[in-house]
């Protein structure tokens, strides 16, 4: 099916446009009452991840309702750890928690790579609802956590300001975690693999833990399972975010991927400078920007804009959007990047 808007893909395969594509991570949900009203309906966060239809309605809401330029089907990263056999719980105000962790090699025994066809079908099923009743008026974005991620939250437990239970076992039991981090990645790349057939445009690999490793621990233990992923999709694009990697960006320069997202900690002049054309580049604007009125809003966003330059670029925020973020400075930050970045053109 031809996109009625594929300002995303054209900027992702290097072609000039005629303004700046823009979309948020976390669109899907949290700031809009009318997810909040499909979640009142549900028994928890888990439930409406596995219910397609209800899935597809919200991955759908930010399109109508924010305008963005692509939808990201909403799902969780932590699916991947349940359909191995961990199972999770989201607790309000708390975030994810496991009953179990794996702390052991009889831990990892108990665990299997995830069965795509029926753990984890769910997705897939979203997948094709949501393209149906997107009917081609903006891309689809698939995604799911880095190997490192899903691993810090299996061992961890829960979140954690210093994940020291997985970062614990790099230097304790080195062979354990790479053990873990295989089953992982194979999991992970079954998982986008559905996802593309399925129908997604795009895949984005969120590493929400990157910045807690050094840069050799990095290298070793996240950035080159990230690569095994980016080497087997070779259907559609793939974007990288690593939150925090400020010291691994160099060894990003040849992951086979399309784009990287930066956060808003990273310095934009710098990314550009390492990367050249060589990638589109993601970002990054600091979601707390949103706290703020709309002059301060439309002023960082412009500034943000040139920083990146007219094109290569894919507007978004440095992170998730916040929870508490009024919907309306959402739709101050959007409707700038269009109206200030067509202007860039001219």
């Known amino acids: 099916m031809q996109l009625k808007n594929d300002l995303l893909l054209r900027t992702i395969r290097g072609e000039k446009t005629e303004r700046t594509p823009v979309w948020l991570m976390r669109q899907a949900g949290r700031i809009l009452p009318e997810y909040r009203a499909v979640r009142e309906k549900m028994k928890g966060f888990v439930e409406l991840v596995k219910d397609p ?23 969780d ?33 108990r665990l ?23 009917n081609g008026r903006v891309p689809l974005i698939g995604f799911a ?28 039991e080195p062979a354990l975690a790479h053990r873990l981090l295989d089953m992982i990645t194979e999991s ?20 929400s833990w990157a910045g807690i490793l050094s840069t050799e621990q990095y290298k070793e233990f996240s950035l080159s399972y990230i690569s095994k992923i ?26 086979k991927c399309d784009t990287l997202g930066l956060d808003w900690n990273m310095d934009v002049l710098a990314m550009r400078e ?35 330059g007219p094109y290569g670029h894919i507007a978004n925020l440095g992170h998730g959007v916040y929870p508490d973020i009024n919907p309306d400075k959402v739709k101050c930050f959007i409707q700038t990047v269009k109206e200030y970045s067509a202007g860039m053109r001219s």
């Open 274 to 308: 390492l990367f050249g054309d060589r990638k589109v580049l993601q970002g990054n604007l600091d979601p707390a920007t949103l706290y703020a009125d709309n002059a301060v809003i439309e002023k960082e966003t412009r500034r943000m804009l040139d920083e990146f």
């Open 188 to 207: 992970t790349i079954a998982y986008l693999k559905a996802q593309i057939e399925a129908g997604v445009n795009l895949v984005q690999v969120f590493d």
């Open 77 to 109: 990263i932590l699916v991947i750890p349940e359909a191995m056999g961990l199972p999770y719980e989201m607790v309000e105000k708390k975030g994810p928690y496991f009953p179990k962790t794996v702390r052991s090699a009889s831990d990892i025994d």
């Open 145 to 172: 956590g880095a190997p490192w991620t899903i691993f810090a939250y299996m061992v961890e437990g829960a979140g954690s300001k210093t994940f020291s239970q997985p970062r614990a076992m790099l230097y304790k």
């Open 53 to 75: 239809e209800r899935a597809a309605e919200v991955t759908i809401q930010p399109v109508d309702i924010l305008e963005v330029d692509a939808a990201i089907i909403f799902s």
């Open 112 to 134: 299997k790579v995830a069965d795509i066809s029926g753990d984890l079908a769910y997705t897939p099923e979203a997948i094709k609802v949501t393209k149906r009743e997107l």
């Open 230 to 255: 980016c080497d087997a999709i070779t259907e559609v694009p793939v974007t990288v975010f690593a939150k925090g990697a400020f010291t691994s960006m160099p060894a990003m320069q040849d992951l």
